[in-house]
């Protein structure tokens, strides 16, 4: 057992006005040369504006249904987008989509999703100073690639999909890819200061800070955890840097360094930051805290208290530090630059006409046409990964057989999750479990906390005296050899060969499996689901997963026969 410190939040100060426009107007007054500049100026400032990204809305259905734990009908909404397009969007919409998936259990969708994430972030690549590059283009667009913390952690969940798929060495490599250096431009309350500093120093954003090692916890945790399990040198290494980070983690570490675990739950909970704008024409932006509730993570197996948690990753407070943020917002500085425009326009509009020069008049006039343009598209980007979380628990489980786990944050009553007959692993290759938890302020359904599956599948494998879900039956086992003897050995479908069984389902227009790489058709169709869910998907999620529970642990409404082969059986089964 062990109980770590509570992680402390920081919060982001009130924003604070730019410098006043009449301090821009006193400069022309003084430097009237400087009218000469104005379109070389104008030039510089309004290439950025046509290069730069505009804030697409949110994919609110999507956000809306991952929130409710409808992970389906999220994936539903984000599955053309994701696949179809290939935008400035595409790395937000895949990285959507794809922990979306990994939430449902789907890991052929996820990994599909989130590798497509992860060779574009690579392809990016990193700066001399091993800091992120700050703009990525690809096949000419550019393209969203979110701020550092959002990256860093995208490239933590392609390691958490490859540690549920057992794959501990491509999860080390996801890990250490997370572990990029940041930029430290020193102790700046927000990013107003910074704005005014880099207004009076054009290169500071550039050259003003020191490449600075990373401080993502989490990121070193993972890569240890994987290493070590994959045999790779260097995990002890790794954990003395997650302890110089946060000390409080000790006894975490030690868990982990002794190896005794066969168990690895990685949960996430809550809501993450949310990125808004702000300032002068909303051109800066910042991270609000949406979360809800915060506390430790309760872990009961077989009903005993087994271990209490503390975070061992804490969203909002690296969406609040400035090495975390790429300062994009402060970059472009619109608004700032508008305001310039049009006070500087105007003045040499004025001195132009009384000097009876067109040509300065002329160029005054300009430069307040640009600065209205500038002004009007002066909204910083605040586009960004919503299906983050703001806690991000890591707990070593020692099961040695299978057992029903308890999972509970403190100060949220309506939290608890309960997951039934938990497989572990092996000391040698211990099992990873991914569970993502939201923080609701209603009751949360009912599936959370049930105990027992209501139908039949390729986990739990066929009931006694069960037979398939189409037919009336409560088994959505995919159709195999062994499904088949299992419903014959109770007199159902005796005459059937597999052939015959696997044809039931062809004559519905069911495809059997969930692997995305083998069914085109379901990029194209984007209502595919699970048949229990009314869609056209035979599937057994990846066990204890979110979806899983979804599926078997509530009740659906009777299947509905397509064709007349399905629809005679079935009655005839029912009348039998």
């Known amino acids: 057992m062990h109980d770590r410190n509570r992680t402390t939040h920081h919060t982001v100060p ?99 999703a989130l590798s497509y994430v992860f060779d574009l972030l690579s392809t990016a690549g990193l700066n001399e100073d091993r800091t992120t590059a700050a703009v990525l283009t690809h096949e000419g667009a550019r393209i969203w690639k979110g701020e550092p913390f959002e990256q860093a952690l995208m490239y933590h969940y392609v390691a958490t999909l490859y540690a549920v798929k057992g794959d501990w060495e491509n999860a080390r490599a996801a890990a250490a890819n997370s572990l990029f250096r940041l930029t430290d431009f020193g102790n700046y309350r927000d990013s107003v200061e910074l704005a005014r500093r880099a207004a009076r120093e ?13 401080n993502f916890t989490l990121g070193f945790l993972m890569q240890a955890i994987a290493s070590d399990i994959a045999g790779t040198p260097g995990a002890d290494d790794l954990y003395e840097s997650a302890l110089t980070i946060d000390p409080g983690i000790q006894p975490l ?122 002004q009007s598209g002066a909204k ?6 919503e299906f983050l979380p703001h806690s991000i628990y890591l707990v070593p489980l020692q099961l040695g057989e299978p057992g029903t786990l308890r999972l509970s944050v403190q100060a949220d009553p309506y939290s608890a999750m309960v997951l039934p007959n938990i497989e572990p692993g092996t000391i040698d290759q211990p099992r990873a479990v991914y569970v993502r938890l939201h923080d609701q302020w209603r009751t949360p359904p009912s599936w959370l906390r049930a105990r027992v599956p209501r139908y039949g599948n390729d986990h739990t494998g066929v009931k006694p005296g069960d037979y398939p879900w189409i037919l009336g039956g409560s088994d959505v086992s995919t159709p195999s050899r062994a499904v088949l003897e299992a419903y014959q050995i109770y007199g159902h479908l005796e ?81 039998d």
Not at 202 to 214: I, K, M, N, R
Not at 289 to 306: M, T
């Open 495 to 575: 005459e059937f060969t597999l052939d015959d069984l696997k044809a039931l389902y062809e004559a519905e227009d069911i495809l059997i499996g969930s692997g995305a790489e083998d069914r085109p058709g379901r990029l194209r169709n984007p209502s595919y689901r699970h048949i229990l869910e009314g869609g056209r998907g035979l599937f057994t999620p990846e066990p204890a997963s979110m979806g899983y529970k979804r599926l078997m642990f509530q009740a659906h409404p009777p299947y509905e026969p397509r064709s007349e082969k399905v629809r005679e059986l079935a009655e005839r089964m029912q009348q």
């Open 14 to 112: 009130p924003s604070r006005t730019g410098a006043k426009r009449n301090t821009v107007l006193n400069l022309f007054f003084r430097r009237r040369a400087a009218i000469s500049a104005i379109p070389t100026l104008a030039l510089a400032l309004l290439l950025p504006l046509l290069t730069a990204c505009a804030s697409a809305p949110p994919n609110v259905a999507a956000i809306s249904a991952y929130e409710q734990y409808d992970f389906a009908s999220a994936r539903e909404a984000l599955r053309g987008d994701a696949y179809l397009r290939n935008d400035e969007q595409t790395i937000l919409n895949r990285a959507r989509l794809g922990l979306a998936s990994l939430a449902d259990g789907d890991l052929d969708e996820a990994e599909r």
């Open 202 to 214: 054009p290169d500071f954003l550039e050259h003003g800070y020191t490449a600075v090692d990373s």
């Open 380 to 385: 910083a980007d605040t586009r960004h990964l």
């Open 253 to 374: 570490v030690d868990e982990l360094r002794a190896r005794e675990f066969d168990t690895l739950l990685i949960v996430d909970y809550g809501s993450g930051p949310e990125k808004i704008s702000f300032g002068p024409n909303d051109s800066l932006v910042r991270f609000v805290d949406r979360a809800r509730f915060r506390g430790l993570l309760d872990v009961e197996v077989e009903n005993e208290r087994y271990a209490t948690v503390d975070r061992g990753g804490d969203v909002n407070r690296m969406a609040a530090d400035h090495r975390w943020n790429n300062l994009e917002d402060v970059r472009r500085m619109k608004s700032a630059a508008g305001d310039f425009l049009v006070g500087g326009g105007a003045v040499t509009a004025v001195i132009g006409a009384n000097q009876r020069s067109a040509e300065a008049a002329l160029a005054g006039l300009g430069a307040m046409a640009l600065g209205a343009l500038l």
